[in-house]
């Protein structure tokens, strides 16, 4: 019986030992690899998508973040962090304990740029921007709006064919993307928030029975036309009343979008320009452009399929209200409004 009891306490003892061994082994595996200052010793690592555990243990050890593969893999497998691991870009150091490297793994870090396209951009405005800012290759962009496929989105089903296909469709806003985004991102963040705009209005255009490509072409030209956010619905107006008597809607945005094409850029709209042979140009076809001019934002969406009810038919600018615009009813009502319009450029150029 006494020998039975102390074979009790040497196991019992062997079994302490055993648990303080296996607290301090685990206490050892969540310090830190160094004595260091974790925010003055930060390095920058990126986990790629689809690695394993044993991947990211490797690529902790390679950049000296922890001692070594195995400790690692056993202290996630016990502390449930095996297969939580997300794929980014994160910055650790090895002055981290191996808890607060952990966790930090579980966070899918990746490091995002931003970019804004402002509204009425143009897609060759939208290349040079971003191209300035080094964000894409200007030449990869361009083929790719002109020659891609995008017959996933059913919004441009309608849209004019060729290179000006993606033309009023890459929605204006800012957006953030993981840092190394390819072209193709760039464009397909644009259409798919585009999709989740219109989202909110097919329904008033179906009731309308206006296409999509139509709406978003009505709406690039007011986004080019109204100076201030109170006339887009006015200016709406002005092409829904033209289009309803059948009279040409010249407007200059149309001209300067074919300017711009060609690579010129006028400060007054001339009679050379009126006359050029463009189906973009509304001051020889009938009706509306075959697509839009520019990249509108939802506002203009929004004036397109909600005009404001007037009898407007014309506008022009003033100067007494900064780019403010008189709208008129009649042609008599324009010519005086012109008249001041030209009358205020003389004294601006002569002062």
């Given amino acids: 019986m006494k020998k039975f009891k102390i074979f009790l306490i040497i196991v019992l003892l062997l079994a302490l030992c055993a648990l303080g061994g296996y607290m301090y082994f685990l206490g050892g595996m ?62 650790l150091s090895p002055g981290m304990t191996t808890e607060e490297i952990a966790e930090t793994l579980c966070l899918g ?21 971003l191209s300035a800012e ?25 849209a004019v064919e060729g290179k000006h296909h993606l033309e009023g469709y890459l929605f204006p806003e800012t957006y953030f993307l993981p840092e190394g985004a390819t072209e193709e991102d760039f464009i397909k963040v644009m259409l798919d928030h585009f999709g989740e705009i219109w989202a909110k209005y097919s329904d008033r255009a179906a009731e309308l029975g206006l296409p999509t490509n139509e709406v978003i072409t009505m709406a690039s030209l007011i986004e080019r036309e109204a100076a201030l956010p109170e006339e887009r619905a006015l200016v709406s107006s002005v092409i829904y009343n033209r289009l309803e008597v059948g009279m040409p809607l010249q407007m200059d ?5 074919i ?26 076809i009938e009706g509306l452009p075959p697509g839009p001019i ?7 969406i929004e004036a397109a399929l909600y005009p404001a009810d007037t009898n407007y038919l014309y506008y022009v600018k003033t100067t007494d209200q900064g780019w403010a615009m008189t709208f008129c009813e009649t042609y008599e009502e324009f010519l005086v409004a012109k008249e001041a319009w030209e009358e205020t450029i003389v004294e601006g150029e002569n002062d």
């Fill in 30 to 91: 969540n310090g830190p690899y160094k004595s260091l200052d974790p925010a003055a010793t930060l390095v920058e690592i990126e986990i790629p998508s689809g690695s394993s555990t044993r991947d990211i243990a490797e690529i902790l050890v390679e950049n000296g973040i922890v001692k070594d593969v195995f400790s690692f893999r056993v202290f996630s497998k016990l502390n449930e962090y095996d297969g939580k691991f997300q794929a980014g870009q994160y910055k």
């Fill in 109 to 129: 870090q990746i490091r995002e740029i931003s970019f804004t396209i402002p509204e009425g951009y143009t897609i060759g405005k939208i290349a040079d921007k």
């Fill in 134 to 158: 080094g964000l894409i290759d200007k030449e990869r962009f361009i083929d790719l709006v002109e020659n891609g496929n995008y017959s996933e989105y059913d919004f441009l089903d309608g």
């Fill in 253 to 257: 945005a149309s001209l300067d979008f």
């Fill in 259 to 284: 300017l711009e094409l060609m690579g010129e850029n006028h400060q007054y709209i001339t009679f050379d320009d009126m006359a050029i042979d463009s189906p973009y140009n509304t001051y020889q």
């Fill in 294 to 300: 520019a990249c509108p934002g939802e506002r203009c």
